[in-house]
């Protein structure tokens, strides 16, 4: 892994661990269990999987590009699908969506 791509995998766990640790809605179930006389540790891992893409011919690009761009999320920028799931793996509902696993 070259030194720009292992920057980019750390930049993503951060901004991972930045976002559950902003979470109101982790911060009120933690408040919640603090209240009944526990503290609580909270540790996750994530695992980051990587693969390179292959060239795909412009039309199927644009293609892939529209159908990634479908969810956004709270600051208005788009989803990859990449992005969706994985979301889903960790049984994080997307809003407006209607999928059940």
């Not at 292992?6 to 991972?16: C, F, M, N, T």
């Not at 909270?42 to 892939?64: F, K, V």
């Not at 799931?85 to 809003?95: D, G, M, N």
């Amino acid at each position: 892994m070259n030194a720009k791509l292992r920057k980019l995998v750390q930049q993503l766990g951060e901004a991972i661990q930045e976002t559950v640790s902003e979470s109101e809605h982790i911060a009120g179930v933690v408040q919640d269990i603090r209240k009944q006389g526990f503290d609580v540790l909270l540790m996750l891992e994530a695992t980051i999987g990587l693969n390179e893409l292959e060239q795909q011919p412009e039309a199927a690009l644009e293609s892939s590009n529209a159908r990634d761009q479908q969810e956004v999320g709270k600051d208005g920028k788009p989803f990859s699908s990449q992005d969706v799931h994985f979301l889903r793996s960790l049984r994080i509902a997307i809003q407006g969506d209607e999928r059940v696993d």
